[in-house]
């Protein structure tokens, strides 16, 4: 059957919103708020661990990083982050433990399709926009700035 | 040759070919749902010791139609043809099932409209006198569906309230030529739908997709048979979900029809909203065909329903075309079915 006339979806869809639930937007900031604060506290934790244990304040803000992304990686392998992003939404998505559960869960994920078709390829599906970009504009931001030298 | 038809879209079927016997098979997840009851089997994981998702939904079909041959007491060759159809891509659960059972196969693809696509198309086979038994089937998976339709399963991200859980299961029913006996469950009258699209684009959303597609062939059905919506017991839609349903009754409501407490929603009725993590309910070509298999044949074999309109619904939605931008169009196939309580007549 042709698509209905751009009216009549007009007003389809508008009551189709009109009857949809609104997302508890305000539960979902008070969770992100919670678990995105709650995640940064740690890593907080763990770089003064690290400068406590001797190491720069530049090589510990690497050595934290580098801890959350392992534990992230390890809450992703044991089915725990998912049930954390579930509940705090952006808050678990932001800090850099978002980012590596969206690259461990696809590499856990695809690696039945095999080494390099499934994890080599895939690996990235859900984190490649962010680093394509991510690189992008670091490379903009650079050449303005040699420019303006 | 007298033509079997009714109206724009429906086809009479004179011998009224019989449900002879279904089978349901389901999930962990399904198996703590309020029809649990109903189930032939409950799996006790979803990947039931295979090595893939994917592997374990062609399984799951197998196991369904086991059952339902060893509940009808017959042999695969005794089986004309078997029709069947899933979620994946190139419908590769049912293909592969198909690959390990000897009778001859028809894949189908209806999106979750499957079910009553098969069992309409089983039914028509029967009545033509093609087959003396036809297996209609249909299932989805939650963990195949997700990782082909939307992010890896271990991925944390927010769900809003408008999606659905898709079915971890699969139904069979078998289907056997009528022979004018009013007790047992059979098939009188089948619809096949059109393609309709107001333009819905949430792929969160897909029961607003559908139920454009659910009100169009119920209506449809209810004039091509000269009908009321109080001529049936239950007239139940795949898996439009809470808000999908609630749009599918003003739909219907506009157009005239006004169904109060005889319209239900398989995907309602598969999960406890409240005490299960399922949002606006069930999915999946496996919500209707277990509902159905389960659940709805007990009751029309026990004569506590009498006439049912199964309306199995569909989103033909693709993750690609989504992405380009386009729409999300929906369908629905309706199967009206009598069991004994219906009496003779119709």
Redesign the interface.
């Given at each position: 059957?042709p698509?209905?006339p751009q009216a009549?979806?007009?007003s389809?869809?508008q009551?189709?919103t009109r009857?949809?639930?609104r997302?508890?937007i305000l539960r979902?900031m008070v969770a992100a708020f919670v678990t995105g604060g709650i995640i940064c506290s740690v890593g907080q934790v763990i770089l003064n661990y690290w400068i406590a244990a001797g190491q720069t304040t530049k090589d510990a803000i690497g050595l934290a990083s580098g801890t959350l992304v392992v534990m992230s990686a390890l809450l992703?392998?044991f089915?725990v982050?998912?049930?954390?992003?579930?509940f705090?939404?952006m808050g678990?998505?932001l800090p850099i433990t978002?980012f590596a559960?969206?690259i461990?869960?696809?590499a856990?994920?695809?690696r039945?399709e095999g080494m390099v078709l499934g994890i080599g390829v895939r690996m990235f599906?859900?984190a490649g926009p962010v680093i394509v970009f991510g690189l992008a504009t670091s490379f903009l931001v650079v050449l303005v700035q040699q420019l303006l030298r | 040759m007298t033509l079997k038809r009714m109206g724009r879209q429906t086809l009479y079927l004179p011998t009224a070919p019989i449900i002879y016997q279904a089978a349901a098979v389901v999930g962990p997840v399904e198996g703590k749902g309020p029809l649990k009851d109903h189930y032939d089997e409950i799996l006790p994981d979803a990947l039931i010791g295979q090595?893939?998702w994917e592997k374990a939904e062609s399984a799951i079909i197998k196991r369904a139609v086991q059952i339902v041959l060893q509940k009808a007491g017959l042999e695969q060759k005794d089986v004309s043809f078997l029709l069947a159809g899933d979620l994946l891509n190139q419908i590769a659960a049912s293909n592969f099932a198909a690959r390990d059972i000897n009778i001859p196969y028809i894949g189908l693809y209806g999106a979750c409209s499957t079910m009553a696509q098969a069992m309409a198309v089983a039914a028509v086979f029967v009545d033509g006198g093609y087959a003396q038994c036809a297996l209609a089937a249909a299932s989805s998976h939650f963990d195949s569906a997700e990782?082909q339709y939307r992010?890896?399963?271990?991925?944390?991200?927010?769900?809003?309230?408008?999606t659905q859980r898709t079915v971890t299961g699969a139904g069979a029913v078998l289907l056997t030529g009528g022979s004018g006996d009013i007790s047992a469950v059979r098939v009188t009258h089948v619809t096949f739908g059109?393609?309709?699209?107001?333009?819905?684009k949430d792929p969160n959303?897909m029961g607003?997709a559908m139920a454009?597609a659910a009100a169009?062939t119920i209506s449809q059905h209810l004039s091509d048979t000269g009908q009321e919506p109080s001529d049936y017991d239950l007239i139940i839609t795949g898996d439009l979900g809470v808000?999908g349903l609630?749009?599918c009754k003003?739909l219907l409501l506009d157009s005239g029809l006004e169904l109060a407490d005889n319209l239900d929603d398989c995907g309602i009725r598969i999960y406890d909203r409240n005490a299960q993590?399922v949002h606006a309910g069930g999915s999946g070509c496996a919500c209707s065909a277990v509902t159905f298999a389960g659940q709805l044949m007990h009751e029309l074999t026990a004569g506590r329903l009498g006439r049912l309109l199964l309306v199995s619904t569909g989103a033909l939605f693709s993750p690609t075309t989504q992405q380009q931008g386009e729409?999300i169009p929906g369908i629905a196939h309706a199967v009206a079915i009598q069991g004994p309580a219906a009496g003779g007549g119709g």
């Open positions: 059957m698509k209905a009549v979806q007009q389809y869809q009551m189709s009857m949809a639930p997302k508890p979902n992703t392998g089915g982050y998912d049930l954390i992003g579930r705090g939404g678990s998505a978002g559960n969206s461990v869960s696809p856990m994920e695809y039945r599906t859900v | 090595k893939s990782r992010y890896p399963l271990e991925f944390g991200c927010q769900r809003p309230p408008t059109m393609v309709m699209d107001l333009g819905m959303h607003a454009p169009h808000y609630e749009l003003k993590d729409s």
